[in-house]
């Protein structure tokens, strides 16, 4: 069983910077790709970004070159560092684990454990 919780979300003017935080529980952490999701309101849940174990990366198109992913294994934790945040960022951003990859993944369905997700407000 894997418990995830997020933080770092908040309010911030456009052009600003967020670093979101994952800590998981679990001992097998390290072997898991890692992803972060987010949900805008009135829209469907999209992919925003997804970690290896062996640390390689990905990114929705829509966030390349502003986010970058990154984890600690001796923490436990998965970061999301957001840059030159825009108003349509906003969305609640859910970390989430999948025990059966080791590689990216940017399908949902493929993530069995999730966080209670974290609030994002980029105003204009």
């Known amino acids: 069983q894997v418990q995830l919780v997020e933080s770092g979300g908040g309010l911030v003017q456009a052009g600003g910077s967020l670093r979101l935080s994952c800590a998981a529980s679990?001992?097998?952490?390290?072997?898991?790709?890692m992803g972060w999701f987010r949900r805008a309101p009135g829209k469907e849940r999209e992919f925003v970004a997804t970690?290896?174990?062996?640390?390689?990366?990905s990114y929705a198109d829509s966030v390349k070159g502003r986010f970058t992913i990154s984890r600690d294994n001796a923490k436990n934790t998965v970061y999301l560092q957001m840059n030159s945040l825009k108003p349509e960022d906003t969305a609640v951003y859910y970390c989430?684990?999948?025990?059966?990859?080791?590689?990216?993944?940017?399908?949902?369905?493929?993530?069995?454990?999730w966080g209670q997700g974290t609030q994002v407000t980029v105003s204009s």
């Open positions: 989430a684990a999948n025990s059966g990859s080791e590689y990216t993944r940017s399908d949902a369905r493929g993530y069995n454990y």
């Open positions: 970690i290896s174990r062996y640390k390689d990366t």
């Open positions: 679990g001992r097998t952490f390290s072997s898991y790709a």
